[in-house]
């Protein structure tokens, strides 16, 4: 489920308020769906990624097929989601602050992120650091900070 929702906030950033609305007005709900095989898939080869650490390349450690990088997320209710566009998304996010908190798996959802953004513009000028736990990927030219501060012990307690 948090990959599902991951997708539909990635979604819901990198849509403009037009696509929105009109995929609200289809009935497109963009937070249940299923993964569904797509051939033309993935965005990015895992071996070209400078962020993806070597514990979490699974084609690096050995994993024999290569089908789980070939699918994308289909909403409920039929509607076809637009690919995602990095320029796009970057534009959208200008001047602002995208934080991942949490344990490995939002790490790895950070380093996807990442890795898709810097496939569209692998030219573009960008910084990357991690000082005192907080991981820090920048586009200058567009002042958008994609970061991940690492906190395994996010925990929901009732009182």
């Known amino acids: 489920m948090r990959f ?11 849509l403009g308020t037009n696509v929105k609305a009109k995929l ?10 299923n993964w569904v095989l797509d051939h033309s898939y993935p965005y990015y080869e ?5 962020f993806i650490e070597g514990q979490f390349d699974c084609r690096k450690n ?18 076809k989601l637009p690919r995602f566009n990095g320029v796009d998304f970057l534009r959208k996010l200008e001047g602002k602050r995208l934080m991942f908190v949490g344990d490995s798996l939002s790490l790895n959802q950070w380093q996807s992120l990442t ?3 810097h496939a569209a513009l692998p030219k573009a000028i960008y910084t990357s650091n991690t000082r005192q736990g907080l991981s820090n990927f920048t586009f200058p030219d567009y002042n958008v900070s994609i970061m991940f501060y690492r906190n395994a012990f996010l925990v929901d307690i009732n009182i």
């Open 46 to 50: 895992s071996s070209q990624c400078p």
């Open 4 to 14: 599902a929702f991951l997708a539909a906030f990635i979604v819901l950033i990198s």
């Open 24 to 33: 609200a007005h289809k009935g497109c709900d963009i937070f249940n769906g």
């Open 115 to 117: 890795c898709l953004v």
């Open 62 to 79: 050995g994993r024999p097929d290569h089908d789980f990088t070939k699918y994308k997320w289909m909403p409920a209710g039929g509607c």
